[in-house]
């Protein structure tokens, strides 16, 4: 088995109480309206396969510190190649304001197996998720 890892930041204007009840305690319902933007105005491909699953697992959820972990453990791009994926993310205050998300995400393969396109496209979504969640908070300042 091997550990394919990495950490990013974000930076948003939202403030980290707001940015966590709407990516964490309301990304369900939340996400999908703010994603709608990037897909009407097409910088968001689209997945053209539907068969695709996951099986999400919730590690830690602290509302207090603003905490969140969960692992992927099972998922129709595991097959014989990863054991789990594990992401956690903290919400802490900018100086401007603002939110700093900082992300870490864990790939834990089986064998040998190597993911290097697959950490670019997993940061890469969650920065667009981020950020379409900041602009459509920003537009909607009562959700």
């Not at 956690?88 to 040998?112: H, N, R």
């Amino acid at each position: 088995m091997s550990i394919f890892s990495y950490e990013f930041e974000v930076i948003t204007v939202i403030p980290p109480a707001k940015m966590f009840k709407a990516c964490i305690l309301d990304g369900e319902n939340l996400i999908p309206k703010a994603m709608m933007s990037l897909v009407a105005s097409r910088r968001l491909p689209l997945n053209k396969e539907a068969s695709h699953y996951m099986v999400e697992k919730v590690e830690a959820l602290d509302k207090d510190k603003l905490v969140y972990s969960y692992s992927v453990i099972e998922g129709s791009v595991f097959i014989n190649k990863m054991e789990k994926i594990a992401y956690e993310t903290k919400l802490e205050p900018s100086s401007a304001g603002g939110s700093i998300s900082k992300i870490s995400c864990k790939y834990y393969t089986i064998g040998d197996f190597e993911i290097t396109e697959g950490l670019k496209a997993g940061k890469e979504k969650a920065l667009q998720i981020l950020k379409a969640v900041d602009a459509y908070v920003l537009a909607n300042p009562r959700h």
